[in-house]
């Protein structure tokens, strides 16, 4: 996916009527994601235990039903018995002097709505490139699995597997609160669509369920991903909007721009968005980067 000068090519924010008019949608493509269809018994726990205004059981139940909803049999492992860890090894190519050129262009083409969003949230603008280089290498990879079946498949085979009598205690507790994320987050996605107009259907992201430039998990977008101009729905997809949603979430996790990027709270915000200390890091780093090489990286932008 390319940015070009407005926005990251997406067709989500489209209203998707047909579906709900029961009309058909093109064709869908799950790529190379196992996929197959939850049973009837599936689709009743669903429609039984997703709960959000305005979602009446019949709605409830076209939706999980829908061909475009399937289940994603290693959702159970990649989000709850072998979750991926992150190593510095493995994020270190995001402190090389590509990676910063490719943050520092970036951060020359979104000048001013970075400026604005630094201005108006008190947030290092180079805390903000960290966090999309990190994420998606600014919208380049955002993801290819569709959330809603993300979410689904994990809250029905965490739920399973937390009524399983052979489980240690720390893989009983993770099972029932991985089933409780999932199950929120769905209910949260729900609200999105109800509120947005948002194409639930055609969303995709990560296997985590996270979503557009910024990876924001549905929740998130409900609490803090804001429009940078007009009146309708944050667009994470767009550029924009993704910037200045950052910079609202790290604000409200306590971020302060001051003389030093790197300090006990900017690392406790940045650890609110993804809690590893791997990932901290490495955002943090890319940032101070950015500000202690910005007269380096801008002699190397303007002579390729």
Known sequence: MKLNSKRVANPLFTLSIAFFLGTGFSNYAYSKIKSIPFTDQEIETLVNDVKARGWDQARKKRLFSYYKVKKIPDMIKLNVTSPQKLTHSRYAHFLNSQSLLKAFRFGRKWRHVLTKAEEKYKVDKETILGILLVETQ??????????????????????????????????????????????????????????????????????????????????????????????KAPDLFYAADAIHSVAHYLARHGYRKGSTIINRKNQKAVHKYNHSNVYVDTVLGVANSLKQKHHKLKKWANNP
Not at 175 to 203: C, F, P
């Open 138 to 231: 600014f919208g380049n990879i955002t993801g290819s699995y569709p959330v809603i079946s993300v979410f689904a498949s994990t809250y029905i085979d965490a739920t399973k597997l937390s009524k399983k009598n052979d489980l240690l205690p720390r893989q009983l507790k993770r099972a029932k609160r991985k089933a409780k994320w999932a199950l929120g987050e769905l209910q949260s996605l729900l609200k999105i669509r109800q509120k947005s107009q948002l194409d639930i259907l055609n969303l995709k992201g990560s296997y985590a369920g996270a979503f557009g430039m910024s990876q924001f998990l549905p929740s998130s977008y409900l609490s803090y991903a804001v429009k940078y101009k007009g009146a």
